[in-house]
């Protein structure tokens, strides 16, 4: 089995329905499990424990979320350098207003000090959520899940 890690915070609820298409094409590939948890509810053991995750955060002051910093905050320290964490593949999406880059720089920054691997292009939406961004989204979810399955990372 592979698990996939879906961590998100959402206010207003456009990111969760990001995080939703995500773990459904993360589920919809055969004998990937996932793992749905709201920022702040996550922790140490969903990072070492998982395959492959997504990270996903709304823009919030040209930022990601507090929450989402808060699971970087508690986790990077222990998390560093471990053989568990380098090289692990992840993937980004994220909900904004207008913009999105801040968050988007600010997230992959962070990842590159876990020293984690993005593997596919992030999924940024700005404004309401449409039908085309849950289509991406859910490939996004196909793509992570479909290449820790198969190993390809
Ligand atoms: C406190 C706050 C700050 C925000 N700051 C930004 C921002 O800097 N740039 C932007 O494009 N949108 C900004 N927005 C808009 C949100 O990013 C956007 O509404 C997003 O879809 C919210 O996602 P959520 O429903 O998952 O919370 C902000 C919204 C709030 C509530």
Excluded: W
């Excluded at 904004?96 to 962070?110: F, P, S, V, Y």
Aim: glycine share 12%.
């Amino acid at each position: 089995m592979c698990n996939i890690l879906i961590v998100y915070h959402s206010q207003s609820g456009h990111t969760q329905k990001m995080a939703a298409a995500v773990a459904q094409g993360a589920g919809s590939i055969e004998g990937v499990t996932v793992t749905f948890k709201q920022a702040s509810e996550a922790g140490l053991d969903d990072l070492l424990n998982c395959d492959g995750l997504a990270i996903g955060s709304p823009e919030y002051f040209g930022y990601m979320a507090g929450m989402v910093k808060d699971f970087f905050d508690r986790t990077y320290d222990a998390a560093r350098g471990r053989k568990e964490v380098l090289k692990k593949p992840y993937v980004v999406f994220v909900s904004a207003g207008n913009d999105g880059t801040g968050a988007l720089n600010h997230i992959e920054r962070i990842c590159i000090g876990y020293q984690l691997k993005k593997v596919y292009d992030p999924v940024l939406a700005r404004g309401e959520i449409d039908s085309e961004t849950l289509i991406r989204c859910d490939e996004l979810g196909k793509t992570i899940a479909a290449g820790c399955k198969e190993g390809i990372y």
